[in-house]
């Protein structure tokens, strides 16, 4: 099984998180830049996070045979203090880059007119430099959220083809999937999204345009949920072609729109937890 997380948050991870997801068939990953839990109170403080994702995170990847990208924005949450908002300042010089596949995350957290105005401007940049837009939807009033959300990207002129709409839910995918975005679900150990539903939802909605991520960040998290949500598909009478479909050529279509999808020199997939192409020793 070979596996790309579409959305996971490294750099709140460990190398022995690295070691197990290259074991799993974890072969690429889409690090979104987010929210850190410590506000941050300047812009310099996202720079160097910035610099982060497209530098360091990519090589520690690379030690365990994990190809590595980013998606860089000002997050929802942090678009409401004004100390952070000279970041959109700085995004562009970012986009360029070629590790940067997406703007992402972007989006609403409390839907403050603060968050209404960062979207619109992540999004007119998004399409100023040919990305992808990475969506994240409010944990709270999703529902609603997710219909606002729809509306501002129907508004911005992005091709909705060029969006993912995340952490979805059994409530929100259906008006996303009408709207021609694709629909992203973030799997977590106990709440909000567990393998079995994502299998149900994969049954009732189809396969087309759908990205399942592990998310797995600073809070409880797994980072090899995508790999359990591969099995569980088997499990559920899905074929191996279907799994690849859904955990490997998906995202690579989705983020293969930035045109800077590097794939290549990946070597041979891992077919099983005990796959012996991981580094090990560290480096
Ligand atoms: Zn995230």
Not at 15 to 43: C, K, S
Not at 62 to 81: S, V, W
Request: overall charge negative; proline content about 7%; hydrophobic content about 40%.
């Amino acid at each position: 099984m070979r596996i790309f997380d579409p959305h996971i948050h490294m750099t709140s991870r460990t190398t022995d998180d690295y070691r197990a997801m290259a074991a799993a068939g974890i072969r690429a990953v889409v690090e979104p830049a987010f929210w850190l839990g410590q506000p941050r109170t300047n812009p310099g403080s996202f720079a160097d996070y910035f610099d982060s994702l497209v530098g360091w995170e990519p090589y520690r990847a690379g030690q365990f045979g994990i190809r590595h990208h980013a998606t860089i924005a000002l997050n929802p949450k942090e678009a409401n203090d004004p100390r952070c908002r000279p970041v959109l300042d700085l995004l562009p010089r970012y986009l360029d880059k070629d590790g940067v596949v997406a703007v992402g995350e972007i989006g609403y957290d409390s839907m403050t007119p603060e968050e209404d105005e960062a979207f619109a401007v992540q999004l007119a940049l998004a399409v100023e430099y040919e990305l992808p837009a990475l969506v994240h939807t409010p944990h709270r009033d999703k529902a609603r959220g997710t219909e606002r959300t729809l509306a501002v990207v129907a508004e911005s002129g992005i091709e909705p083809g060029r969006v993912v709409v995340d952490h979805l839910n059994e409530v929100t995918v259906k008006i996303v999937q009408d709207s021609g975005c694709w629909m992203g679900f973030s799997i977590y150990p106990e709440t909000k999204m567990s393998p079995p539903r994502m299998v149900e939802i994969l049954r009732a909605h189809g396969l087309d345009r759908m990205l399942v991520n592990s998310a797995a960040d600073w809070g409880h998290s797994d980072p090899l949920l995508t790999r359990a949500t591969g099995e569980a598909m088997l499990a559920a009478g899905f074929t191996d072609d279907d799994v690849d479909k859904v955990l490997w050529r998906n995202p690579v279509e989705f983020y293969g729109q930035s045109g800077r999808l590097d794939l290549s020199d990946l070597g041979p997939a891992a077919d099983t937890f005990e796959g012996s192409s991981i580094k090990r020793g560290g480096s």
